[in-house]
């Protein structure tokens, strides 16, 4: 069965486990991995007859015939479980690296997610500034991180100190920090375009008042970048709340080099005093 190959299964898990983390209302979010060749041959045998081609609007030489798991447009990530070939497909990218055509899964006339033509241009950027290492991105409506767009100046210093300081843990998780894009009408080259562009820095792009967008090698270690950032954020709205807008005292500058150094990671100096 399609749903046994470890590729499949980790992608099933990972829409179940952000429904239950509530950061799939309705059909928010998105999830797409970039499929390894041996991954991509123990599906072949379930592929059903290609579909037609259809062009993105974006194109990417590094993603030129590569196979990915995709969500499905306007499809419920609390339905993916109970019923993969309609909520979830695999789409293969043409030689032009500019079009894809579904191979298996999105029966009855699903596409891929809306925001396919981001998550293209993010896999392009990821896969070369990580040698072929990153295959996820995730997109997700993490409602704390959503709320602190609201409160915060949005830019990238702004959020990545208040997040680095909100667990001590953080740092070590993300310590390139995370990029901020200003809202933006969802779903097309713009906001692609913009995104990527913070990722050819960064793990992670906060989207303002709509979410996050992450990035990582496999579905673990994306999945706990986003749980983490989130986390952080409930930390941080929590506090900030609890203390009528006034933070008390926080890990500071001194703190966050002292546990780089204790744990190895090198943090983005930019966002330090
Ligand atoms: O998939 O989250 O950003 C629905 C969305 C669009
Ligand atoms: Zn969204």
């Known amino acids: 069965m399609m749903t046994e190959i470890p590729a499949v299964r980790g992608f099933v898990r990972m829409c179940t486990d952000g429904w239950e983390q509530g950061w799939h209302e309705r059909n928010g979010g998105n999830l797409t991995y970039r499929m390894k060749p041996e991954e991509v041959e123990q599906c072949r045998p379930f592929f059903t007859a290609p579909r037609e ?29 109970d019923d993969p070939e309609h909520n979830i497909g695999i789409v293969e990218i043409n030689d032009a690296g500019d079009s894809w055509r579904i191979v298996w899964g999105l029966e009855n006339g699903a596409r891929p997610t809306s925001e396919f033509p981001s998550h293209f241009m ?64 969802p779903g097309g080259a713009d906001i692609a375009m913009a995104t990527s562009e913070l990722m050819k820095k960064y793990d992670a792009a906060v989207w303002a008042h709509h979410g996050l967008f ?16 989130e986390k952080a954020a409930q930390i941080y709205m929590l506090a900030i709340t609890a203390g009528g807008g006034k933070i008390r005292q926080t890990i500071t500058d001194d703190n966050l080099r002292a546990i780089a150094k204790e744990f190895g990671v090198e943090l983005n100096e930019e966002f330090l005093n």
Request: charged fraction near 15%; hydrophobic fraction near 40%; charge should be positive.
């Open 53 to 81: 081609w259809n062009s993105m609007g974006v194109q990417a030489d590094n993603l030129k015939g590569e196979y990915f798991i995709t969500t499905g447009s306007g499809k419920f990530l609390r339905n993916v479980q």
């Open 122 to 185: 993010n896999h392009s950027v990821r896969k070369a500034a990580t040698n072929g290492a990153y295959r996820v991105i995730y997109h997700a409506h993490t409602p704390n991180l959503i709320a602190m767009t609201y409160i915060m100046p949005l830019t990238a210093r702004d959020f990545t100190r208040a997040l680095w300081q909100s667990a001590t843990e953080c740092p070590v998780v993300f310590p390139g920090g995370v990029g901020v894009v200003p809202w933006m009408v």
């Open 214 to 229: 992450v990035s990582g090698p496999d579905y673990d270690i994306t999945f706990g970048l986003m749980h983490t950032i």
